[in-house]
């Protein structure tokens, strides 16, 4: 396995191999399936990881049909290699972003995607933000498999990256790679029309803290906890 390889070029070269027999010969069932195509929208939606779906932008870039980026996306998603994030439907009087976000299931193929063959390369690269989201979604899903899972968007700037509501509570989670998280004033405008029961940053520390009421910095470890105290 990619985690137990020897070295960072071996795990590399694992995930690389792993990419290439997807795509050769795990997804040839799929009849009018190109492994090229389908390899060149994978590398795109990595670029993408965590961002809003545009369909028609991508089957652009790639010279084919709405439909095809559609259908690939959707046996993507079947395959668990995709993770698609619904907007958030509310009552409130608001004009929401209604395309879903988009994230890759598996950090170690999406680092491979992108070509970054090291921690050092990850760190400094302009979608490590979004590996984050994307391990923190990862997380969450594991814990919490019965829990809706939904993204906010509004067309004022509210902002939040997910709202995971289990038996009828609310979480707001925000996911920041730093150790000294800001938080945007859209995020908080988020919080205003959402009203949830609790709100939370999560971040890379082992340790969290109250940042204010109703709203914590917690590290992964302490996401179990996540739909505790929230009466």
């Not at 060149?40 to 089957?59: C, D, E, K, V």
């Not at 299931?105 to 090291?118: F, Q, S, Y």
């Not at 939040?160 to 150790?179: G, H, Q």
């Not at 029309?193 to 940042?211: C, E, L, N, Y």
Request: proline share 5%; with cysteine.
């Amino acid at each position: 396995m990619s985690a137990l390889a020897a070295s960072n070029q071996d795990s590399f070269e694992w995930r690389e191999n792993f990419i290439a027999t997807f795509l050769e010969r795990d997804l040839l069932q799929w009849a009018g399936f190109n492994p090229a195509t389908m390899r060149r929208l994978w590398q795109m939606l990595a670029h993408l990881n965590g961002q809003t779906a545009n369909y028609s932008r991508l089957a652009s870039a790639l010279g084919v049909s709405a439909t095809m980026v559609r259908n690939y996306v959707d046996l993507l998603a079947s395959t668990f290699m995709l993770d698609i994030i619904p907007p958030h439907h509310s009552n409130l009087r608001k004009r929401l972003v209604k395309a879903p976000k988009v994230y890759l299931n598996d950090t170690g193929i999406t680092a491979a995607l992108l070509d970054l063959h090291n921690f050092e390369s990850l760190i400094g690269h302009p979608g490590f933000g979004a590996l984050w989201e994307q391990a923190v979604l990862a997380n969450i899903r594991a814990l919490f498999p019965r829990a809706n899972i939904t993204h906010y968007r509004s067309s004022h700037g509210a902002e939040a990256d997910f709202i995971v509501s289990l038996e009828r509570r609310t979480c707001v989670v925000e996911c920041k790679a730093s150790l000294s998280p800001t938080l945007s004033r859209g995020f908080f405008n988020a919080l205003d029309d959402i009203r949830p029961s609790r709100a939370t940053v999560v971040i890379p520390a082992t340790q969290g803290w109250p940042m204010q009421a109703g709203l914590d910095c917690v590290g992964m470890d302490e996401l179990p906890a996540l739909f505790e105290q929230t009466e």
